[in-house]
């Protein structure tokens, strides 16, 4: 797909200071810039490559002057990073608007269907499934039966979504993620051996929420696992059954909540966190990398640490921590100081 300065001009309401009519096709670094490319410059410490790139196409701020010759066309806009952001997402756009059913696919004849929905090849839509306007199915998805998903979702190649899940409007999930799979529940009996409590609750995605690839969230036991408008999730996130995390929060990889926890809205969680079940964590936590959290947290609160506390608390202690071995010599030097004196 090729587009002219002049018309990527006019989606950035942007001034053109060259060949209104160069072509692109393609994005790349500035410093990688190839014929045929688009890049952009918005950080001064790149300057230096805009006199060298060979992107057809850079876009730059208004108030660049280069103060020597360039053969690249640029496009000045009030803010190229801003501007270059927003090229993506309309690029984005054009390149994922499929739409229409390949063959293979398995489709339920009770499911319904919006308008200008894309279902890959060898997808399955089970019974009394709903899809919105403008709903991506890529290759190799799996719908479960009596699944609602809002309109301008899309769900990448190979993702499963089991039954009874409610997905909102304008989500992304990724590949290989998998939502409603049952949660960790067993009980022992007399003999030490577990059955497994059935769990016949579902998930409630809201909208504009992203899901990272292979990320997992497990169906309730009862009631709902739910995830509120706007949450993001990082690859490899495992959310549990009965869980619930607010509205814009946001958790990296390699993180794990356990069943029943309660997450507040407008939370930062770092990647690689352990987070223990039936507790809550107030709104606007932010939790950093690499902590257990073993109890509840009141909003606000900055942690750090296994188990986790206060992360300013935190990193005063490491700071005595990383000096331990020199105290505990000096604490042996002291020792036989006062030995000595005794003896005296």
């Known amino acids: 797909m090729k587009f002219t300065a002049i018309q990527i001009a006019e989606i950035l309401e942007g001034e053109v200071v060259g060949n209104p009519e160069e ?3 393609k994005l790349s670094k500035i410093e990688e810039g190839e014929p045929g490319s688009l890049t952009f410059l918005s950080n001064e410490k790149y300057t230096p490559y805009i006199y060298t790139t060979h992107a057809s196409v850079a876009i730059v701020n208004k108030s660049f002057t280069p103060d020597k010759e360039i053969t690249t066309t640029l496009i000045k806009v009030p803010d190229a990073y801003k501007a270059f952001s927003t ?7 054009i390149k994922n608007n499929k739409s229409g059913f390949e063959e293979p696919h398995f489709k339920s004849e009770s499911a319904k269907f919006g308008a ?5 090849a060898f997808s399955h839509i089970g019974q009394n499934v709903v899809l919105g306007d403008d709903v991506k199915i890529y290759p190799n998805c799996f719908i479960g039966d009596n699944v609602e998903i809002g309109e301008g979702t899309t769900l990448f190649a190979g993702v499963k979504i089991y039954s009874e ?8 999930i990724h590949s290989g993620a998998v939502i409603g799979a049952d949660g960790f529940g067993f009980a022992p009996d007399e003999n030490g051996e577990y059955s497994a409590i059935p769990q016949i609750g579902n998930v409630v995605i809201g909208d504009h929420v992203d899901i ?3 990320t997992a969230i497990d169906r309730a036991t009862l009631g709902s696992t739910k995830i509120g408008k706007g949450v993001k999730l990082d690859n490899f996130v495992q959310i549990a059954h009965n869980v619930e995390v607010g509205a814009n929060t946001v958790i990296a990889a390699i993180t794990a909540v ?3 926890t309660k997450i507040g809205e407008n939370c930062m969680i770092g990647g690689q966190v352990a987070i223990a079940g039936h507790i809550s964590i107030g709104n606007g936590v932010k939790i950093q990398g690499n902590t257990g959290v073993a109890s509840s947290i009141k909003d606000n609160a900055v942690i ?4 986790a506390y206060d992360a300013t608390q935190y990193n005063r202690s490491y700071v005595h921590f990383k000096k331990l071995p020199s105290h505990i010599q000096k604490l042996e030097q002291l020792e036989k100081e006062i030995k000595a004196l005794k003896e005296s």
């Open 23 to 25: 072509e692109v096709s």
């Open 87 to 93: 090229l993506l997402s309309f690029y984005n756009e």
């Open 116 to 120: 200008n929905v894309y279902l890959g």
């Open 165 to 172: 899940t409610q997905i909102g409007k304008n989500c992304k």
């Open 212 to 214: 990272g690839a292979n």
């Open 258 to 260: 356990a069943g029943s």
């Open 304 to 307: 750090k640490g296994t188990p």
